[in-house]
Nanobody
Framework: VQVVESGGGLVQPGGSLRLSCAAS????????MSWYRQAPGKERELVAY????????KYADSVKGRFTISRDNAKNTVSLQMDSLKPDDTAVYYC???????WGQGTQVTVSS
C-alpha cells in the first residue's frame, strides 16, 4: 500500500487549494479513504472521509461547508478541495487508506497573509 500526497502550498486567507492523493498497491475502490492533518504542536486529526464507492462522506465540523472530498476510482486518486481557507487550516495534510497503518509523506498547507 502506497499513498503520495501533492498540491500543498502557501495561500492567503480566503484562498483555495486542491490536494491530491495517488494510491497504489491495493483494490482502491474497495476501501474508504481519509484526509488527516497535523498542525505544529497538535495531534493528527481527521478532516474528511469518503467510502469506497463514494456513497458515504463525512467532514470534521471545522471544515464543513469549506472542504470537499472526492475520489476517482478509475485513476486511484482522492482529492480534497479546500476553499475559504483560514490560518487555522495550516498543517501537514495526509491521506490514509481505511484499515491500513501506512502514511504518506504528507503535503504542507500554509495559510498566511
Amino acid at each position: 500500500v502506497q499513498v503520495v500526497e501533492s498540491g500543498g502550498g502557501l495561500v492567503q486567507p480566503g484562498g483555495s487549494l486542491r490536494l491530491s492523493c495517488a494510491a497504489s498497491g491495493f483494490a482502491f475502490s474497495a476501501y474508504g479513504m481519509s484526509w488527516y492533518r497535523q498542525a505544529p504542536g497538535k495531534e493528527r486529526e481527521l478532516v474528511a472521509y469518503i467510502s469506497g464507492l463514494g456513497g458515504t462522506i463525512k467532514y470534521a465540523d471545522s471544515v464543513k461547508g469549506r472542504f470537499t472530498i472526492s475520489r476517482d476510482n478509475a485513476k486511484n486518486t482522492v482529492s480534497l478541495q479546500m476553499d475559504s481557507l483560514k490560518p487555522d487550516d495550516t498543517a501537514v495534510y495526509y491521506c490514509k487508506v481505511s484499515g491500513f497503518s501506512n502514511w504518506g509523506q504528507g503535503t504542507q498547507v500554509t495559510v498566511s497573509s
